[in-house]
């Protein structure tokens, strides 16, 4: 991938995530309760309010949503009660008329109907309320505030009437009333009333509004050269609340005059350095994630995908920056590659979206924390046990931070926000995502797992099974070159499986004609019947035709790459030899006995290439002893370093060396002496 490609990714990735800062100036004093000012005297520029502590603001708000409430008398359920009693009068009148009685009433019934209406129009202006009613389980002394039309009184609760007491005003002023026939009137008043008593939700919301509009957010006042907060002084809770109503004043007033172009552009410079910085880790200290299109998307990736998340949890107030999974980043990345990539990916991580979080230091802290616990629990996808066991280790890291460093801005338990740990107990669940992440990130990037690595290394695997059919020596071959190299890659901490599974692979290319290779050979050499030249040929020829099967059964490229480089750029010296002394003075065509490369580029490449020739070549020796072996183990190993084969690998002499004990530790106990039973 060209070095413009890789720019404008970056600089893209930079742009896109310095659109989701803030557009304001950010506030340059780090502050907490329990702690020192780490900075000058603060002198305010300007005048500012004191804000009162949401503690304190939250109990008056609740004082006062302890108001009176208001209620209203509805006026349709005295009509709808007087023209129900207009109509039972009527049908009562015109039942009693055939048994001649109650004459007074058909000779004045108005008078009997006006005293019946006012009776209920009495009733009702006064408020009455059923059993079924809200507010008949209150407090008797409980104050309301009454509207009747367009006159609001102050009542309580016992002071509205009831169907008790409407029986008792029945019996105790209708025979008082003056009607000579006054009984008539009884069962018409006794019947049903509807409460007409009903809650008032606008009027009551809009007087709460007024009270709460009257509450004063401030308490005080901090004047223009006025002292806030002292150098070194200890940061009390008054204290704090002045540093914090500063806070707000700065951001509200200061930070919002300041251009919005200017703030964009600080936010670009420093996004663009830390990835910068990354971007320069990568092509030195991991050139494979640099130079390839995909595995360097794949690192950008995470900056980009955690900048965006965060930015979608700071703008939701019902969730907090703890519940964001960051330790999926060095989770995923370790298992591809290896612990320092994950931790560098990590920490760019963690800095970049420092600034979009407002929790400071604490939250920079507890993610650099738990990223690297992720890091030396070292992960296992293929061990649920120990995948488990890594959650656990990450939860605590967190629950044990956040503990401490709230005792340190709190100075007791009661104070803490224990719901913290909530949003931490969903962070680490969420991490568990990890695993169903890997293999959908393996198919889109091309990368390799050790699930795949386990699938692999299955020895019924078809091209397994074809190479123990077609070149069974090459198979053997192949098994003790893995034994070899998983043992040396494990010893200097390599990807000791991946090397294993590549060792039974990087051969296979022998199938093509698997007679020119001396591990098959029975009986006569067919390269006796060719020119060195054209043995050379052969022999060099498994390496493309390796690449080729390999990519017919869609083999990880990772593993394609041990294929092309385990023979590196060496020459085929037997057949070269060879022509050298049939044409001593002729003209040598060096690349025709050359492999085609390239040179190894990973430890592990090293370590396979350093196997193979080893393991070929002892089996060349009759019966060697323990100084044979050593003696061929250094030379070869020497061979590779003076014809610059080992230059890009990455392997260190401190490693070489252990690589080289392990191989001479490992090739002596294959040859070792056996017991000469008798015949």
């Not at 100084?627 to 401190?654: A, W």
Request: hydrophobic share 40%.
């Amino acid at each position: 991938m060209s070095s413009v490609v890789k720019y404008l990714i970056v600089l893209g990735t930079a742009g896109f995530i310095s659109f989701l800062f803030p557009n304001n100036t950010r506030f340059k004093y780090e502050f907490d309760k329990g702690q020192n000012w780490h900075y000058d005297d603060l002198i305010s520029p300007f005048n500012f309010a004191i804000q009162k502590p949401p503690e304190i603001l939250e109990e008056e708000k609740s004082a006062s949503a302890d108001i009176i409430p208001y209620y209203f008398i509805n006026p349709d359920r005295a009509r709808q009660r007087k023209n129900i009693f207009q109509k039972s009068f009527d049908e009562q009148l015109e039942s009693v008329r055939r048994e001649d009685q109650f004459a007074d009433v058909f000779r004045q019934p108005e008078i009997y109907i006006n005293y019946g209406r006012q009776f209920i129009d009495r009733i009702y202006g006064r408020g009455l309320i059923t059993e079924n009613h809200e507010l008949a389980n209150e407090p008797k002394d409980k104050v309301i505030m009454l509207r009747n039309g367009n006159t609001t009184v102050k009542k309580t609760v016992e002071s509205l009437l009831n169907p008790t007491e409407i029986d008792f005003w029945i019996t105790d002023t209708l025979f008082q009333s003056g009607l000579p026939e006054a009984e008539f009137l009884i069962p018409l008043l006794r019947q049903d009333y509807a409460a007409n008593v009903e809650y008032d939700a606008e009027l009551t919301e809009r007087y709460q509004e007024e009270q709460l509009a009257n509450i004063s957010t401030t308490y005080g006042m901090i004047r223009k050269g006025e002292l806030v907060v002292g150098e070194n002084d200890f940061i009390t809770d008054s204290i704090y609340q002045q540093l914090i109503s500063y806070k707000i004043h700065y951001q509200d007033t200061i930070a919002n005059e300041r251009s919005a172009w200017w703030v964009f552009f600080g936010y670009l410079l420093l996004t663009s350095f830390i990835l910068g910085v990354f971007v320069a880790y990568l092509r030195f200290h991991a050139p494979r994630v640099y130079t390839y299109f995909k595995p360097f998307c794949f690192a950008l990736m995470w900056p980009l995908i955690y900048s965006y998340l965060v930015y979608i949890v700071r703008v939701n107030d019902s969730l907090s920056l703890y519940i964001v999974p960051f330790c999926i980043a060095p989770i995923v990345i370790n298992i591809f590659y290896n612990e320092r990539l994950a931790l560098f990916t990590h920490v760019v991580v963690v800095l970049i979206t420092s600034f979009l979080s407002d929790l400071g230091y604490a939250f920079t802290f507890l993610q650099l924390l738990a990223g690297i616990v992720a890091v030396l629990s070292n992960i296992m996808v293929r061990d649920w046990t120990r995948f488990f066991s890594s959650m656990v280790y990450i939860f605590l890291a967190y629950g044990i931070a956040y503990l401490g460093l709230s005792l340190i801005e709190e100075g007791g338990l009661t104070t803490i926000d224990w719901s913290v740990y909530t949003w931490i107990f969903l962070n680490v669940f969420l991490t568990l995502l990890a695993y169903p992440l890997i293999p959908l990130l393996e198919r889109v990037f091309g990368f390799t797992s050790s699930i795949t690595l386990t699938e692999l290394s299955d020895m019924n695997k078809p091209l397994l099974k074809e190479l123990s059919i077609k070149a069974p020596g090459t198979l053997q071959h192949s098994l003790q070159v893995a034994n070899l190299s998983e043992a040396a890659a494990r010893k200097i901490g390599a990807n000791a499986q991946l090397v294993k599974v590549a060792a039974l692979y990087h051969d296979i290319g022998k199938m093509k004609h698997p007679e020119y290779f001396i591990e098959n050979q029975k009986g006569r050499n067919p390269h006796d019947d060719l020119l060195p030249i054209e043995s050379a040929e052969k022999i060099t020829e498994h390496i493309p035709y390796g690449v080729e099967l390999a990519h017919q059964h869609h083999l990880p490229e990772i593993i394609i790459d041990f294929i092309r480089t385990h023979h590196g750029s060496t020459r085929v010296e037997y057949f070269y030899h060879q022509h050298v002394e049939r044409k001593p003075n002729g003209i040598i065509d060096q690349k025709a006995f050359r492999y085609p490369g390239p040179r190894p580029r990973t430890k592990e490449e090293a370590i396979l290439m350093l196997a193979d020739s080893i393991e070929a070549a002892a089996k060349g020796i009759k019966d060697p002893s323990e100084l044979d072996i050593d003696l061929l183990v250094n030379k070869i190993i020497q061979g590779k370093i003076m014809k610059g084969q080992l230059i890009r690998s990455q392997l260190s002499f401190r490693e070489l060396e252990i690589c080289k004990l392990e191989f001479k530790k490992l090739l002596n106990s294959i040859y070792h002496v056996r017991v000469e039973y008798p015949e």
